[in-house]
């Protein structure tokens, strides 16, 4: 362990006057959860980043409870429930406002999480073979804990702390209350000792950086030097899922920044290392429509990364004044988004999306001269990835407003009166057709 962290096999307590968190702000699932395990004779606490994210004021993603009651006692207590995971078993209590996850104290060390959802169907698949696969076929390879075992296996001192709803207090194993306190970030354990164990905490461990603007302590920071080159033993999923989770945050530019810093960056991503400063103003752009309240698609932020270069291969195959050059431009398109989807294991979905979303921006370069155009490609099921990829493209600064701007008059023509279709066309369809005579 980290010399400079106290070994503490009884909590430190901050009971309910001297800290922040209150249940106004915690979730009603995860109230439910947590009440019901407690009044069935179990501990429940709230874990993780939504202690965190409270005790710093923040609004949490999302809640996690860990609890002494097993997995199957758990199921039985919640109706609205299932049993995931292999190698180790989670229950997900699912509510209306969202997932609450579940799990027993552990000891052993915490296993590399898998996204779930990544692939569409994957989480469900999982579920049911957890659900439907006989109690005593499953080999159980997690080993159960006490609350001061499952505090020490974790990542980083501030995501150890515990929330108990017997008295609202906060359990602290790990010194995270003095580094949170202190705004820093500090391993649990050997830092590179944890991250031969998951090499995604050196991503997560930037991301936190910037995210919540707290320091690295001087030996995690080395060790991320030292160790980053392990990033590239982790699975392709879970880097694309850490990628489009930082595309989410809001904090895009600064964390992908410190990955660059870091050399991460083009380790895990080259093709963005590669879009240089370009990249910076995407990113910029879709960090505020974020803090505006959008919530782009998931291929919007994926295919983001890829407009400088798009950009690029359109000044090639569209020059100003011409013909798009279609099979040129499919081609490089190909080129561009093939290589780095079949190494993140992006789905062939998100890959489809970002592909026609790219090739209709180009039938939208110059303005649009029929009102039939517009409603044609509006009504394409790519179309709204299409214009939020060009809508980025426009704010950065990749591709030139005016056209944009003509479009977006035609939208907005199209949804308040319901055409976009100009006047000649209009005047056809309001004319009365002709009555056909009627066969004897």
């Known amino acids: 362990m980290n010399s400079t962290l106290p070994i503490r096999h009884e909590p430190r307590v901050v009971p309910r006057p001297e800290h922040t968190v209150s249940r106004s702000d915690i979730s009603s699932g995860a109230l439910k959860v947590l009440y019901r395990l407690h009044r069935s004779g179990y501990l429940a606490y709230l874990v993780g980043g939504g202690v965190r994210d409270l005790l710093l004021g923040k609004r949490p ?40 996850e579940v799990a027993t104290f552990r000891a052993s060390p915490e296993p590399p999480e898998v996204p779930d959802g990544w692939e569409e169907g994957e989480e469900s698949e999982l579920a049911t073979e957890a659900e439907e696969t006989p109690r005593e076929a499953v080999v159980e390879t997690e080993v159960f804990g006490s609350p001061a075992e499952d505090a020490w296996r974790r ?8 929330y108990n709803i017997a008295d609202y207090s906060i359990l602290d194993y790990v010194g995270g209350m003095e580094d949170l306190e202190a705004r820093v970030l500090r391993s649990i354990g050997p830092p590179d000792l ?16 910037v995210r919540l603007e707290f320091e690295l302590e001087p030996e ?55 879009a240089g400063s370009a990249l910076g103003k995407v990113l910029r752009a879709a960090d505020r429509r974020v803090a505006m309240g959008f919530e782009p698609h998931d291929a919007v932020l994926l295919g983001a990364s890829f407009l400088p270069a798009f950009a690029g291969i359109l000044a090639r195959v569209a020059p100003p004044g011409q013909r798009v050059d279609n099979p040129a431009l499919l081609e490089a398109l190909d080129n561009l988004l093939e290589p780095p989807a079949a190494r993140l294991h992006i789905s062939n ?11 209709t921006i180009s039938k939208m370069l110059k303005a649009p001269e029929k009102g039939r155009q517009v409603t044609r490609l509006a009504r394409q099921e790519y179309f709204p990835v299409a214009w939020q990829l060009y809508t980025l493209a426009v704010e950065s600064e990749l591709l030139p407003r005016e ?5 977006n008059r035609a939208l907005d023509r199209l949804r308040t009166h319901g055409t976009a279709a100009d006047p000649g066309t209009r005047a056809r369809r309001d004319r009365r057709p002709r009555r056909r005579r009627r066969r004897r």
């Not at 097993?70 to 429930?81: A, K, M, W």
């Not at 980083?156 to 515990?162: H, S």
């Not at 056209?403 to 479009?407: G, I, L, R, S, V």
């Open 61 to 100: 993603k999302d809640f996690d409870v860990v609890t002494n009651a097993r997995p199957q006692e758990i199921r039985r207590l919640f109706r609205n429930s299932r049993i995931i995971g292999r190698r180790f078993r989670l229950v997900h209590v699912m509510f209306a406002d969202g997932i609450v």
């Open 349 to 359: 979905r998100n890959l489809h999306l970002m592909k026609q979303g790219m090739f």
């Open 194 to 209: 944890r991250f031969r164990e998951d090499p995604v905490r050196m991503l997560r461990a930037l991301e936190y950086m």
């Open 220 to 274: 995690l920071e080395a060790a991320i030097h030292r160790n980053r080159e392990l990033i590239l033993d982790a699975s392709p999923a879970r880097l694309a899922y850490e990628l489009l989770e930082v595309l989410k945050s809001g904090s895009a530019h600064g964390i992908c920044s410190a990955w660059r810093r870091f050399g991460i960056l083009k380790l895990v991503f080259p093709e963005a290392e590669a």
């Open 403 to 407: 056209p944009w701007e003509a479009w």
């Open 155 to 162: 990542d980083f001192t501030v995501n150890a702390l515990f």
